[in-house]
């Protein structure tokens, strides 16, 4: 398995930007589709952007499109996802998540994750 550390969380007030990283470690980075989920109190686990082990094709939820863009850096082994137009909605903890082969939307088919970062949207 590959080892996932977030960063950039924080609080921010509505219509702010965070630019959430994910350093990996332990295996070869570009073997792995990337993916980021997040949880708020009380709900599910959900997808929210993901990414291939190239970078040429990603994958948003509908409700941060236009609005959030997952890149990633296979020579710094990083993950990135920039949120722009923050909305309290979009309040929770950010994992990152790593899967051999194509990247998906079900949390329970990502092999690595991260401990998560909080964010934290104001209005």
Same mark, same amino acid.
């Given at each position: 398995?590959? $080892?996932?550390?977030?960063?950039? &969380?924080?609080?921010? $007030?509505?219509?702010?930007?965070?630019?959430?990283?994910?350093?990996?470690?332990?295996?070869?980075?570009?073997? !792995?589709?990337?993916?980021?989920?997040?949880?708020?109190? &009380?709900?599910?686990?959900?997808?929210?952007? &993901?990414?291939t082990r190239s970078g040429a094709f990603t994958d948003y939820v509908d409700s941060v499109k236009g609005r959030f863009t997952i890149s990633r850096d296979n020579a710094k082994n990083t993950?990135?996802?920039?949120?722009?137009?923050?909305?309290?909605?979009?309040?929770?903890? !950010? !994992?990152?998540?790593?899967?051999?082969?194509?990247?998906? #939307?079900?949390?329970?088919? !990502?092999?690595?994750? &991260? $401990?998560?970062?909080?964010? #934290?949207?104001?209005?």
């Open positions: 398995q590959v $080892q996932l550390v977030e960063s950039g &969380g924080g609080l921010v $007030q509505a219509g702010g930007s965070l630019r959430l990283s994910c350093a990996a470690s332990g295996r070869t980075f570009s073997n !792995y589709g990337m993916g980021w989920f997040r949880q708020a109190p &009380g709900k599910e686990r959900e997808f929210v952007a &993901g990414i993950v990135y996802l920039q949120m722009n137009s923050l909305t309290p909605a979009d309040t929770a903890v !950010y !994992y990152c998540a790593a899967k051999i082969g194509i990247i998906a #939307t079900i949390a329970t088919t !990502y092999d690595s994750w &991260g $401990q998560g970062t909080q964010v #934290t949207v104001s209005s």
